[in-house]
């Protein structure tokens, strides 16, 4: 089971608070570092210092770091134009050696959108289903040929399709509950698909639904990487996991019901269920930035009987 540190900076982060989860990411061997794309905090809160920009700051820690996998979860379609962030995300993989992941989804937060002046389109979709097929298509067009794509709300005439990632081929995340587009997007175009904040029973659930979508579709199921993100929350006893969910506004047996909670036993007993059910990485989400330790111990209690 891959362990991968998944970021909230929306919440409140600088760059900075950033790169140091990152590089203690790095030094205590998990897989990756992720962050959400958002503009606006959810909740209480004031948000300070304000949001950064997810492709900026992985841009800088492509250059901080030397061996994790680095990537969002999930990028709005809303955002950038399709052909813009082609160019960003193959940009930040050549400045990384080769160790980006992009998470496209199609954008559901209307407040930011408000708050930033960014268009919140009622078609969101239509729109994802078009960046993917953009995307993933200047990518694969061969040097020196170029790329045309005439759809509904992009067109594209001519494109040099550069640059490329030093990837041969940028893994791309698919994710979401949704019962009948995410599954047929997610087996046309996705390397990993990802449910977020789901139980084992509703992730069983999705995670078949894309496999039948992938055999529907000519798509041999097991190339997909199956995923699933949840709120982790560990403690050496119970007090350390009551300070912890205090630390982030829940309770712990809410925590322990929908996220990955308790002592290191408890986690990696939990953690062996969405094994159970086809799951082979895992984005922890880690809300306390300022909680070190709580990586550490991760690290070396539960990442360690994983391996």
């Known amino acids: 089971m891959d362990l991968r540190i998944f970021t909230e900076p ?7 608070t950033l790169l140091t989860v990152a590089k203690a990411t790095e030094d205590l061997g998990f897989d990756a570092f992720f962050r959400s794309d958002h503009y606006l905090r959810m909740g209480d809160g004031d948000g300070l210092p304000g949001p950064t920009d997810a492709w ?6 492509a ?5 994790i996998r680095l990537g969002t979860l999930m990028t709005a ?15 930040v993989d050549q400045m990384s050696g080769g160790r980006v992941e992009l998470g496209l989804g199609a954008g559901w937060f209307e407040e930011e959108h408000k708050a930033y002046g960014i268009p919140f389109p009622k078609d969101k979709f239509a729109r994802l289903e078009e960046q993917l097929a953009v995307v993933t298509g200047l990518w694969a067009t061969e040097t ?12 594209l005439t001519g494109s040099p399709a550069l640059p490329k990632p030093a990837q041969a081929k940028i893994p791309v995340l698919i994710g979401g509950h949704g019962a009948v587009r995410t599954p047929r997007l997610a087996a046309r175009y996705a390397d990993e698909f990802n ?8 992730s069983e659930r999705q995670f078949g639904r894309v496999r039948t979508a992938a055999l529907a579709a000519g798509r041999d199921a097991d190339a997909i990487t199956y995923s699933s993100a949840l709120v982790v929350c560990v403690g050496r006893d119970d007090q350390e996991v009551a300070r912890r969910a205090a630390a982030i ?3 712990v047996d809410e925590l322990k019901a929908n996220g990955l909670a308790g002592s290191p ?14 799951a082979s990485r895992l984005y922890l989400q880690l809300l306390d930035l300022s909680d070190l330790d709580h990586l550490e111990l991760i690290s070396s209690q539960v990442q360690a009987q994983l391996a």
């Open 144 to 155: 020196g040929k170029t790329f045309d794509f005439r759809g509904e709300h992009y067109q």
């Open 77 to 91: 379609a809303t955002f950038r134009l399709p052909g813009v962030l082609a160019i960003q995300v193959a940009q």
């Open 265 to 278: 036993a408890e986690v990696v007993d939990k953690i062996g269920r969405y094994a159970e059910i086809g």
């Open 195 to 202: 449910i977020p904040f789901a139980s084992v029973e509703d």
């Open 63 to 67: 250059r901080e770091t030397s061996r």
């Open 56 to 61: 900026i700051t992985l841009a800088g820690i």
């Open 10 to 16: 929306q919440q409140g982060a600088s760059y900075d």
């Open 249 to 251: 506004g829940r309770e």
